[in-house]
Nanobody, 115 residues
Framework: QVQLVESGGGLVQAGGSLRLSCAASGSIFRLNRMGWYRQAPGKQRELVAAITNAGITNYADSVKGRFTISRDNAKNTVYLQMNNLQPEDTAVYYC?????????WGQGTQVTVSS
């Protein structure tokens, strides 16, 4: 089993920045893809950004140019730097990782952007 613990959410004004962190622990052999998803009230969970263990990234169109995903393989940690946040970015953000074809989720961290 892999456990994921997120941190760094909070309340910020529009145009502000936040940095989310997600640390993986437990039975870690080789984490493959790590990523961030978000779910706003009344909406489906959606992919925000993901990164492979080789450093290849992909982003949702809505966050390109504003968010940056990175990872520290030595620390089994993935980060999401979020700049120029907008009210529509308000959601619960979930960390996700894949190992040995199994998917794991964090408990989520709330990000609220006020206008």
């Amino acid at each position: 089993q892999v456990q994921l613990v997120e941190s760094g959410g909070g309340l910020v004004q529009a145009g502000g920045s936040l940095r989310l962190s997600c640390a993986a622990s437990g039975s870690i052999f080789r984490l493959n893809r790590m990523g961030w998803y978000r779910q706003a009230p009344g909406k489906q969970r959606e992919l925000v950004a993901a990164i492979t263990n080789a450093g290849i990234t992909n982003y949702a169109d809505s966050v390109k140019g504003r968010f940056t995903i990175s990872r520290d393989n030595a620390k089994n940690t993935v980060y999401l730097q979020m700049n120029n946040l907008q009210p529509e970015d308000t959601a619960v953000y979930y960390c996700n990782c894949v190992q040995m074809y199994r998917e794991y989720w964090g408990q989520g961290t709330q990000v609220t952007v006020s206008s």
